[in-house]
């Protein structure tokens, strides 16, 4: 990746993709493709389901995380990494540390629920808990910086953290998927981003879709506006998705992406119980954002090859509404 | 399959279970194993998951009924296919008929769970209302054979569908998994008997273990009594293994098995989420019962291979006691 002004926004390329690939590709993996007739013709298309479910930590987060600790350069891995994250690229980040033996301090607010908790700190984390506030979470992590020296490796906004989420799709199209569209969740963008840009260069028939949820609408109208609004108040079930576009991915996303739909609560948990059944996989309420696109949205993929990417499978079951 | 006389029981060989697999070879699926060094590491041995959950219809039962269908004559599909049940074997049965191009007639209770009855429904069966009862079950059923000349598929006292459920096992030592004991769960015995049959063929050495829940444990006192004792008012959360074996099965597990292991309620929760949260993948509760039984029996499996027949994934969500 080249070094650009400080006002000039670093941009990743395909060939980042390529290297990013080449780099995490011993430590994280290539994960399967599934498809169900059942469900085809429930959603009268073809699906083509990419399974991050089934990646490192369980969720997509370990590609780009993997990328950014592998990126840095020696001397600045000594001071360790950090980040603030309740979710799973707090699991992807200190997982990453672990296979490059730098210590991730993770800041996470007191509230975080307990299974994530334990996955951090079982991948030897350090855990600072701050209060439930975006202030909170930013100044505790500019303290523990301030004191180790550590680099902060940002979620989504990171041009080594987006070519590392695009070495996913670039899988489903090496492994010979023919698709009409690509749909991936928005959140930050960080996925979408990466995902546009290996489509945009392997397969550029393809139309690109971003899915959010109505409740955290953001992406959806800074994209129909041209212009970043913020995620204000965000209510959905599909927790991976509470977070904002950066300059960065929206100018990606701007740049490549065709469309953005989004999708009801009860269409998110519809498409969640289907996978459950249908599939026998088990995804977050995130993860099923996509099909949940399909199944609302459904005049626009009739009979077309569609691929999905299932983002990750870190659920608490006992928050989940299944009766 | 050679033709005995009437009083002499008909055991499957491992060539009936090499032509059972040619047989069903195009219409069921050749199931992936999954291994997890998060789980080997929890339960200190190294483990093989045969994922009969991404089975046809959601579990093995689709193997043996494929098998039995297929193995009768023209003449006598003619009349369709029956059977009494309200699990996997009803799924499995309904499937089998509609490739074969037969009718399935299906006695369930009236009390069974809707999601199993709307899948034998849609896969063209029908669907017979029955008491919750053994003896309403047997009577409706003689009815429907009276009526219709349909041929009984019994759900595993039935060779073909024994032979059948050993190619499971049969296709995970051909994959070249060289193990030290293999796990199936027991109800009736039909998979632990075809499992046992192929292992004894395939890897004399391994050591063949079923596995039941203590709340249902006739066939470990049967197998420790060397007498069969019927399965009465059995209390589990494993909604496949209430049944009782079969002289038949009883022989062959008696002959080829070493131990039979019970678990308890709790550790059968506690297997049944561990795969839901490690391996993110959907099984039932008769389908952890194995690795329940590795986890409460750990000193007997201490870093050894093990492989689990993860038997099947038909679970209603909202029976489960997630919170």
């Known amino acids: 990746m080249e070094n650009k002004t400080s006002k000039e926004i670093v941009i990743p390329s395909y060939e980042d993709i390529i290297e990013a690939h080449k780099r995490i590709g011993n430590y994280v993996h290539r994960t399967p493709v599934l498809t169900s007739k059942n469900l085809n013709e429930l959603a009268k298309c073809s699906l ?19 990328n950014a600790v592998l990126s840095l350069p020696k001397d600045k891995l000594a001071n360790g990494v950090a980040t603030h994250s309740s979710g799973n690229h707090a699991q992807a980040l200190a997982f990453a540390a672990k296979i490059v033996g730098t210590k991730a301090t993770i800041v996470m607010p007191r509230t975080a629920p307990k299974p994530k908790i334990n996955s951090v700190a ?27 020296g550590a680099v902060v490796i940002h979620p989504y906004d990171n041009p080594f953290v987006i070519a ?10 090496e492994d010979g998927y023919k698709l009409d569209f690509i749909l991936a969740p928005v959140g930050g963008g960080g996925l979408l981003s990466g995902t546009s840009i290996s489509t945009k260069f392997l397969s550029k028939n393809t139309k690109i879709f971003g899915v959010e949820p109505e409740g955290a609408n953001d992406a959806y109208k800074s994209f129909r506006d041209n212009k970043i609004y913020p995620s204000v108040n965000p209510q959905t079930i599909a927790d991976g998705l509470l977070t904002s576009l950066s300059e960065r991915t929206f100018k990606i996303i701007k740049h490549n992406v065709d469309d953005i739909i989004t999708v009801s609560e009860e269409m998110i948990l519809q498409a969640m119980f289907l996978i459950f059944e249908r599939l026998k996989i088990v995804v977050e309420p995130s993860g099923a954002v996509p099909f949940a696109g399909v199944l609302q949205h459904n005049t626009i993929f009739e009979k077309k090859k569609v691929g999905i990417i299932l983002s990750g499978g870190n659920v608490d079951l ?6």
Chains 1, 2 share one sequence.
């Open 164 to 173: 590392g989420q695009g070495t996913c799709a670039k899988e489903l199209f």
């Open 48 to 66: 083509f389901f990419k399974c991050e479910n089934f990646q490192k930590t369980g969720s997509f987060k370990a590609r780009g995380a993997m």
């Open 318 to 323: 006992s928050k989940m509404p299944f009766h």
């Open 122 to 148: 079982s991948l030897n984390a350090e855990i600072i808990f701050c209060e439930p506030t975006l202030k909170s979470r930013e100044e505790t992590l500019s303290e523990v910086v301030e004191k180790t």
